[in-house]
């Protein structure tokens, strides 16, 4: 495969907070995780890249890092890293690597595409800018390896002044149980990707990335995120919602964001009411109003979905269900000058997908999880 493909510089305008590696070098009971997805809206399938880290110090039963992968039709793939020494990560922005089988010598480190696709038969490595790595299940003969660079375009708020945290200035402090980052709401992905023998080649694609980390997972939480809707390019949203610890309580919360032309709308628990109404599987309704706007989502599938592993106090295990090809319907309206809930504006965007990510997590599902604010 051509190694010489678009490159990009980082757009430092578009760093945002939380970027870098947060672990301090103490604590044990610690994990960091990413998400990188790609979506291909002519064959409406996505690839999603999840990579993970616990316990760095190593010596525990837990301790190592990962990488899954959400692949064509929703296939899972996933291999193992145990050795935490053979992880790395920089600080001051995002760039983090794992390798398994090398034939090299020295500290991991970033490497130039072309000797990474010479030295590491396993392993990944990723930035701002890039998304490289291969791996491999011996049990079936499945494997997966990729290459391809991004352009971001929204990172997270108004794209003309300084980027913002996700879960507000409070997530500077250390107070928040875990702490949760987009890091890219929204870029444009050229490369390849070899899944299982079958090279699929892009141009252009709807890229994505975030992160979460700290001590512990929340209790329980769902995801809705898309930034491929039908003949609206420029149109990126990701909400959700959770139980979360905040020092010595839990909280609900919830949020609902999206980047549009060139603004940022956001909904979140300090300046909007947010409201949920989330099935066991199958259908996730959210509604959210500020002063200015009004914005409705409702996310739908028929698929089965499938599981993927999240970070515990047990290492990682099957308690996250996604779906990267559901249905989903948002509408942003503006308010009546009367400020009034009951009165609705005028319409600002309608718009529609096949190929949004949806999940659930945490503990069992029995019942439907309800909030109106």
């Not at 890229?207 to 329980?220: D, L, V």
Request: net charge positive.
């Amino acid at each position: 495969m051509d190694n010489k493909i678009t490159t990009y510089s980082i757009n430092h305008s578009k760093t945002t907070p939380h970027n870098g590696y947060h672990w301090d070098g103490k604590a044990r009971s610690f994990f960091e995780g990413w998400y990188f997805r790609l979506t291909l809206p002519e064959i409406e399938q996505t690839f999603a890249f999840m990579y993970s880290l616990a316990d760095p110090l190593g010596g525990e039963s837990n301790s190592g890092g990962a990488a899954q992968i959400l692949g064509i039709d929703e296939q899972y793939l996933c291999r193992t890293f145990p050795d935490v020494n053979q992880f790395w990560a920089t600080k001051d922005n995002l760039g983090l690597g794992h390798w398994g089988k090398t034939d090299l010598q020295i500290k991991p480190q970033f490497l130039s595409p072309t000797k990474f696709n010479t030295h590491i038969q396993q392993g990944y490595q990723v930035n701002a800018t890039l998304n490289q790595g291969s791996i491999y299940n011996p049990s079936n003969n499945n494997y997966c390896r990729w290459q391809y660079n991004i352009k971001p375009i929204y990172g997270w708020g108004n794209p003309q002044r300084p980027q913002k945290a996700t879960a507000g200035w409070l997530s500077y402090l250390p107070i928040f149980e875990p702490g949760w980052q987009i890091l890219m709401a929204h870029g444009l992905a050229t490369g390849w990707i070899d899944w299982q023998g079958k090279l699929y080649q892009f141009t252009h694609a709807p890229a994505y990335s975030e992160k979460n980390w700290g001590c512990s997972f929340p209790q329980k939480w769902f995801w809705i995120n898309c930034n491929s809707f039908t003949n609206k390019p420029d149109l990126a949203l990701t909400a959700g919602g959770g139980i979360r610890k905040v020092l010595w309580w839990q909280e609900e919360v919830g949020l609902i964001c999206l980047h549009y032309r060139g603004q940022f709308y956001e909904f979140a628990p300090w300046n909007s009411q947010v409201s949920w109404h989330i099935q066991p599987w199958g259908e996730w309704q959210m509604k959210a109003v500020d002063r200015d706007f009004e914005v409705s989502l409702t996310g739908t599938t028929n698929l089965p979905g499938t599981y993927v592993r999240t970070p515990t106090a047990k290492g990682l295990v099957f308690n996250c269900r996604d779906t990267t090809r559901g249905k989903l319907e948002l509408e942003l309206r503006s308010r009546s000058d009367t400020g009034t809930r009951s009165r609705l504006g005028k319409i600002i965007l309608q718009a529609n997908s096949w190929v949004a990510g949806l999940e659930v997590g945490g503990v069992p599902w029995n019942e439907p999880w309800i909030v109106y604010n």
